[in-house]
């Protein structure tokens, strides 16, 4: 048996006996708790009342091909070259990866409701629980080599907030380079992965994360402050289905563009969502930390900060508000 066979029959919310679950299954009730104990081990709350059965409070929202093609737009509709919705993998990035090195190109997007080793920027960890958030990779290819790329991942960013924007959820901010913030706590990222030639043909993998609705649980393992689209939407939003297409109908044109146009074109937009803007900060890109004023990017998405020795451009690295730990 699958390990989310029961996953429908708990997805609503209601309580469930062990009785009704086993007779809609064609199962015993040892086999339905011994699922049962499978979906605690996916992170899932598996709430049990005497005599009332088992329910995953709050329901589950799945993710669904067919609704997420319903809300694209024609354009992206038009880009989408295949749309893998997984149950389960390691990484979204490290699965579209794979799949590029088989032949696979532009338009290739894959999601999962879980992530076993989901990538964060900088080697870290990307907390990815089942089923409530937003994990997903997007594969495109270019001619012109990372060159014609810089400034990508930050104009990735200001295709999610617009995403956002779009679902009618308050505005968020971006911190360079590309993490999405919501009143200083962090709702999702964004990491950028490349194959091929970097001065000639090559392949991105766009990998983007958005906390939607971060189990308590899993969230002890987050490392910094975060917030959620639950949170910062007061529980109202369109769905995860919704959130994806709204995100896939952003970034799929921009990826399509990009290589023609430059991070050039998405600078003004990044400057208005830039959360650090003259704020003093350290940023952690080579052997020690750097302290300056930020003073946003330039045209190549490099930031510039102001130093006591003048304006540095720095193309990658980490930024903090000085001061905070
Ligand atoms: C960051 O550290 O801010 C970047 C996080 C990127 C996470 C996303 S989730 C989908 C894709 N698959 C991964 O393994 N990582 C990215």
């Not at 081990?41 to 009332?52: A, M, Y």
């Not at 910094?224 to 689209?229: A, L």
């Not at 004023?293 to 508000?321: F, H, K, M, P």
């Amino acid at each position: 048996m699958a390990k989310t066979i029961l996953l429908p029959l708990l997805a609503n919310g209601e309580f469930r006996s062990g009785q009704d679950l086993a007779t809609a299954l064609g199962v015993s009730r040892t086999a339905v708790w011994k699922q049962l104990n499978n979906l605690a081990e996916l992170g899932l709350e598996i709430e049990s009342v005497k005599g009332r059965g088992y329910r995953i409070p709050g329901g589950l929202d799945l993710l669904d091909a067919a609704a997420v093609q319903a809300g694209l737009q024609p354009q992206a509709a038009g880009l989408l070259a295949h749309l893998e919705l997984l149950e389960a993998t390691d990484s979204t990035n490290a699965e579209v990866m794979r799949q590029l090195t088989g032949g696979a190109g532009s338009g290739l997007v894959c999601s999962a409701e879980q992530q076993s080793a989901g990538r964060g920027r900088r080697g870290r960890q990307w907390v990815s629980p089942y089923g409530r958030n937003l994990y997903v990779s997007v594969a495109w290819e270019y001619q012109q080599g990372a060159a014609a790329l810089e400034g990508l991942s930050l104009a990735v960013g200001v295709a999610v907030a617009r995403a956002l924007a779009l679902c009618g959820l308050p505005p968020v901010q971006l911190k360079w380079p590309n993490d999405i913030l919501y009143r200083g706590a962090k709702l999702g990222g964004i990491l950028l992965e490349m194959t091929g030639d970097a001065a000639g043909a090559c392949q991105v993998v766009v990998g983007v994360g958005l906390n939607v609705a971060m189990p308590a649980v899993a969230a002890h393992a987050i490392e910094q402050d975060w917030t959620d689209v639950q949170t910062l939407s007061g529980g109202s939003h369109p769905g995860r289905n919704q959130l994806l297409a709204a995100l896939l109908n952003e970034v799929l044109p921009l990826l399509a563009e990009f290589e023609g146009v430059g991070f050039k074109a998405w600078k003004q937009q990044w400057t208005s969502l830039d959360a650090f803007a003259g704020a003093p900060v350290v940023v952690h890109s080579g052997a020690s930390p750097l302290a300056g004023i930020a003073r946003g990017v330039d045209d190549r998405g490099a930031l510039q900060l102001e130093t006591v020795s003048g304006i540095q451009s720095l193309y990658g690295g980490e930024i903090s508000l000085r001061g905070a730990s």
